[in-house]
């Protein structure tokens, strides 16, 4: 049930990066190095929960494919 939290955890993390775009829009051309640093760090984070989402997908998929395929073996025994 944990793992299904990893992607909402990315979403949220674009949304934050979203709304520091927006942000960030709205104060142009007076930009504060602190906003372009955060929404960085946003994108980063993003980045880097939904890599982890993905890649923990196909090691389920293989995990499960593997299971599978190891029964079917055992039933043919």
């Known amino acids: 049930m944990l793992i299904a939290l990893l992607p909402t955890v990315g979403m949220l993390f ?4 979203n709304f520091n775009i927006l ?4 104060s142009y051309p007076n ?3 602190q906003g372009v640093n955060w ?3 946003m994108t980063r984070l993003k980045h880097g929960f ?4 993905i890649g923990l997908a196909l090691v389920l998929a293989l995990v ?3 299971k599978k395929l190891m029964s079917r073996k055992g039933n043919l025994a």
Do not use: K, M
């Open 64 to 66: 499960w494919l593997i």
């Open 39 to 41: 929404g960085e760090q």
């Open 14 to 17: 674009n949304y934050r990066e």
């Open 23 to 26: 942000n960030l829009l709205n």
């Open 50 to 53: 939904l890599l982890l989402s």
């Open 31 to 33: 930009l504060a190095q």
